[in-house]
Every structure is written in structure tokens, then in C-alpha cells.
T-cell receptor, first 114, second 111 residues
Framework: DGGITQSPKYLFRKEGQNVTLSCEQN?????MYWYRQDPGQGLRLIYY???????QKGDIAEGYSVSREKKESFPLTVTSAQKNPTAFYLC?????????????FGPGTRLTVL | SQQGEEDPQALSIQEGENATMNCSYK?????LQWYRQNSGRGLVHLIL?????REKHSGRLRVTLDTSKKSSSLLITASRAADTASYFC???????????FGKGTMLLVSP
């Protein structure tokens, strides 16, 4: 089955710790995106990458970091500098960079900071 | 960055009724997309309408786009309990390569 996987589904972290969320796709898609969703809110863009070894900041990049060493993988690190990290994190991909057609989403990771 | 705004925020209807959700946006767009999200899940793409299109159909879904009013509507006909979900519009601003999402409409369809 082709698709996007995110792991883990639920993640708990103590304040002051960094944590990395995984996003893998086997769709051979060029571009990948990370969004944050807070209760009752829409999605806000954190980072995106249109090609391997390149990525751009989205609207709310502060306190987050990413890497894109492989086409299939786009991990997101939530650092201790992120003041309010508890949220639902969604990863997405799109077939061709710049086409901006349908985005495919993973199932999400719910992060809770204790 | 611009953001689509959905209206209403929440909608409650009976099975068999039609559901209409509206989306307004602020600047020139390349296309507008509608997504569905079941509680605690990822988003699923429903339909895309380009800036030079006025209406599009997909099964029980009908989307309209009025670029002069910077608005779109999503109509779900003959709704079912399984249509219960949140619905989001997302816009691709001209010249940009990212989607901007609205806050969504929560639809509840009662049997």
C-alpha cells in the first residue's frame, strides 16, 4: 500500500526535552509538509521541503527544525524552545513540487507536553 | 499569509438533508481545495477547483467558486451520518507553493 506514515501516534514529552516526529512516504512524492493543528483550529504550516536537502520555513517555524536527507523521509524535531508544543502534528506530501494539487496526509501524531 | 474562513463554524442536520459550507479568502488564488477530517485523523482531499472554473461536481459533492467575491461553497447532497466530520477549505495563492487552510466547519449529521 502506498501512503504516508507518521509515528508514533501519541507522544508524551517532559518540558525542556527535544522530541522528533517521524514522517515517511512511499508515494515517490517530491514535496513534503509539516502542519500543526490546535483544537478547533485549522492547519498552520511549520516547514516544507520541495526537494531533498532543501527546506523552507512556514508560518510558525520558531522552535521547530527539520531535515530532508532522503526523498522518503521528513522528520520534525520539536525543540525545547517551542513555548507551547502540545498539539496535533500532521505531515503531508504532494506529487510534484509546484503543482499544488491534492496533498496526501498522514494520520498525525498527537504530542502532549507534561 | 492569507487564510480562508469557513462559515458556519458548526452545522447540525438530519440524514438526507443537504449541507452547505462557505469559504471566503482574501487574495488572488491559483486553486481552492476542500478537505475532510474525521476526529483525530489526517485530512482527506475531496475536490479541487481552479481559478478559471466556476463549478465542479464529484459524486454527492458540488463546489462553486466566485473569484469576483473571493468565495467558494461546498454542497453535500443527501447527507449521511458517515459525512459527520470537519471540512476545511484551503487556498493556493497565485505564485506560491503552499496551501493555506481555514479553521473549518464541523458538520454533524444525525440519523
Amino acid at each position: 500500500d502506498g501512503g504516508i506514515t507518521q509515528s508514533p501516534k501519541y507522544l508524551f514529552r517532559k518540558e525542556g526535552q527535544n522530541v522528533t516526529l517521524s514522517c515517511e512516504q512511499n508515494l515517490n512524492h517530491d514535496a513534503m509538509y509539516w502542519y500543526r493543528q490546535d483544537p478547533g483550529q485549522g492547519l498552520r504550516l511549520i516547514y516544507y521541503s520541495q526537494i531533498v536537502n532543501d527546506f523552507q520555513k512556514g508560518d510558525i517555524a520558531e522552535g521547530y527544525s527539520v531535515s530532508r536527507e532522503k526523498k522518503e523521509s521528513f522528520p520534525l524535531t520539536v525543540t525545547s524552545a517551542q513555548k507551547n508544543p502540545t498539539a496535533f502534528y500532521l505531515c503531508a506530501s504532494i506529487g510534484t513540487s509546484g503543482s499544488m494539487d491534492e496533498q496526501f496526509f498522514g494520520p498525525g501524531t498527537r504530542l502532549t507536553v507534561l | 499569509s492569507q487564510q480562508g474562513e469557513e462559515d458556519p463554524q458548526a452545522l447540525s442536520i438530519q440524514e438526507g438533508e443537504n449541507a452547505t459550507m462557505n469559504c471566503s479568502y482574501k487574495t488572488s488564488i491559483n486553486n481552492l481545495q476542500w478537505y475532510r477530517q474525521n476526529s483525530g485523523r489526517g485530512l482527506v482531499h475531496l475536490i479541487l477547483i481552479r481559478s478559471n472554473e466556476r463549478e465542479k461536481h464529484s459524486g454527492r459533492l458540488r463546489v462553486t467558486l466566485d473569484t469576483s467575491k473571493k468565495s467558494s461553497s461546498l454542497l453535500i447532497t443527501a447527507s449521511r451520518a458517515a459525512d459527520t466530520a470537519s471540512y476545511f477549505c484551503a487556498t493556493v495563492e497565485s505564485g506560491y507553493s503552499t496551501l493555506t487552510f481555514g479553521k473549518g466547519t464541523m458538520l454533524l449529521v444525525s440519523p
